[in-house]
């Protein structure tokens, strides 16, 4: 647990009243676990974001374990959430770390709807892998937002690595293109390709991003190796959606979640894991290079819960 | 998901009809799914119990009407209440004097940026001579962003290398050495929860007292919306809400949050990244799009703007009547074509904008259908089942498609009719056939 945790665990602390504050109270009106506990178990589970479904199924699940272990002491309920919770994410365990990059250039390819974080990800991500030693190239993609190019440049200056960068109203596969065969010319570790946001139910522009992963692979046949998605941890069920659809058409490998050093709780990864099985990689949790965590579901149920 | 909640309430209600009073059996199986419903639209949850709260207490002992259906009745208590809440009539933009002075503040990435573009258009087009203020001093390349804006429109920029507050006070003297009639204020995006942001946001209010102070909030955000947005408003008192990014799917319910939280109305809604994607706050049309009814609202009114009322009138009672013919359907597509992108039409159409995701839209498909009914002849039109096989040759040698292309639309046809039989009934999910044009 890393200087982050406790910014998360800051963060979501703010909250007037949190998760665990609520959580007391109720166990605390509640001496046996009986069904007004549940209920409001399940209350606080949904005001963190947890679609309704999920909560549903933890609360089963914690109905299950309460059952199971012979408890019926309302106090030890708190610690039997957390583990219903974690392990929602149990599929990702073995995954290994998400800064171990194996092919080279290795290709991360950044999508999501507007403004949740991508070009401020791709910053951080690039910062930690310049500090690890690596060779890092961005690739300017957006080429549609007002200053997209600039932003991006500007945080290429301040990480000190390339960048690849076309004309504003340009065409982002060619950007993209051109990222990954400088990449391969200079013998770069890593290309991270900024994308236009774009909200997922927009046929054609999301078609546009298939055709940046279609491109790529003419310069880099395994390329993107990892397209990540980054959702705002602010948002509600729509993250749903947006998990669908992006997935439907690029494949996803993962999940970026930004944001959380406010007050949303980010309750809608849980929803998202159980629904898809997509591994959470990587949280956001402020606008600076540093503020970026690999993720770790007890951490986060722990800081949920802190 | 994409299930309706009349639709759900259809089901629950099956039984009902006729049974006299609304009794509080009834109306708590109802209020189960409308609470499921307004929890899935990201309705905070201590909102969403305020509001069942109210709806029971309305509901209980009505009589049930003979002509509609219990559940229609009960969403129609659901849906005026909704309205009620969201503020009972759209809440003007109001500026004291001149220049006017318009401040934005919100969260990170909620739109404040492309929404002080959307303003300035709006108002340039009215014949104001707008200013936007750059007092973005942290997020890079914010003021280069607002300055690509201003170009695009022929906006003037300000910006000076100081503090927000001092930005913003040095402004209001530029707008006024140039003449300028209205300023907009973009300032970083924050956490609510960042004291000191917050402090100059309380700075920049007290330096330049703006005439209105807009909350941007985006319409995906979940259930900290009540916290945001009573944070802001305790620093802040902001005059209105404007909602933003509701192009997409979500369901909007942090609008319902935001207004019960801080009685503030919703004074615009952004709808893309196009300047001049603004619009002013229905709540009629968020009501419904909260219940998960569509914007039946807006794309009936959007018809209007562009189509001959008289038709549209005609064109609805056809569909009542299920008299939908192949000759109507022919009208309508020129109508469509009037009224712009067929996507961003159908988009309103409930239902169908989870369905457009396997949906490729091909105008020029659209040009085949036109040619095969214009084939057709009017008694053909008006009465498919005359189609039998040796018109349909008939017709597709007449319009050069083929025999596949005649049937597949006269069938396509009939499962469109289907359809809007279902949408009389409440049902209004799928109304229109996914393939319909590819
Ligand atoms: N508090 C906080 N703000 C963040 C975080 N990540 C990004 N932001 C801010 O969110 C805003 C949008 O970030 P961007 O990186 O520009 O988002 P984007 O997804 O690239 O946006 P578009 O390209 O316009 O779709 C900026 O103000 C960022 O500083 C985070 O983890 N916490
Ligand atoms: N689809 C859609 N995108 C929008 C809308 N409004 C803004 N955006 C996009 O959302 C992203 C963020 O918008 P900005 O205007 O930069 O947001 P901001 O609040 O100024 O962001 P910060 O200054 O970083 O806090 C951009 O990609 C915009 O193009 C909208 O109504 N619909
Ligand atoms: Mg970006
Ligand atoms: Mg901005």
Redesign the pocket.
Known sequence: MGFSFKKLAQGLLKTKENIVSKLKTAVGLHKKIDAALLDEIEEILISADISVETTGKVVDDLKVRVAKQGIDNSDEVYGLLKDSLTELFSFQSGDRSFFEVVPKPYVIMIV?????????????IARRFMSDGKKVTMAAA?TF?AA?ID?LSIWANRVGCNIVKGQEGGDSASVAFDAVAAALARGDDLVII?????LHTKLNLMEELSKVKRVIKKAMPDAPHRTLL?I??TTGQNALQQVEIFNKLLQLDGIII?????TAKGGAVFSIVDKFKLPVVL?????QMD??DEFNPRDFVDAMFA | MFDSLSEKLEKAFKTLRGQGKLTEDNVRESVKDVRRALLDADVNFKVVKQFIAGVEEKAYGQETLRSVAPSEQIVKIIHDELVDILGGQNAPIEFRGTPGKLLLCG???SGKTTLAGKIALHYQKKGQRPLMVAADI??PA?VKQLQVLGKQIDVPVFHVDKKPPQICAEAIEYARANNLTLIIFDT????HIDEELMQELSDIKKKVSPDEILLVADSMTGQDAVNVAAQFNETLDFTGVALTKLDGDSRGGAALSIRHITGKPIKLVSVGEKLSDLELFYPERMASRILGMGDIVSLVEKAQETIDVKEAVKLEKKLRKEAFTFDDFYQQLQQLKKMGSLESILKMIPGVSSQLRNVDIDESQMKRVEAIILSMTMEERNRPQVLNGSRRARIADGSGTSIQEVNRLIKQFQQMQKMIKQMRGGKLKRMIPGNFFN
Do not use: M
């Open positions: 999501g709807v507007n403004g949740t974080g991508k070009t401020t990800s791709i910053a951080k957006d937002r997209a932003q900024d994308t236009a946001g774009r980054v705002d941890g930004t944001k959380l050093d406010g949280i956001g949790i402020g606008e503020d970026l | 969260l990170q990435g942290y997020r914010a970083a995006g924050r956490l």
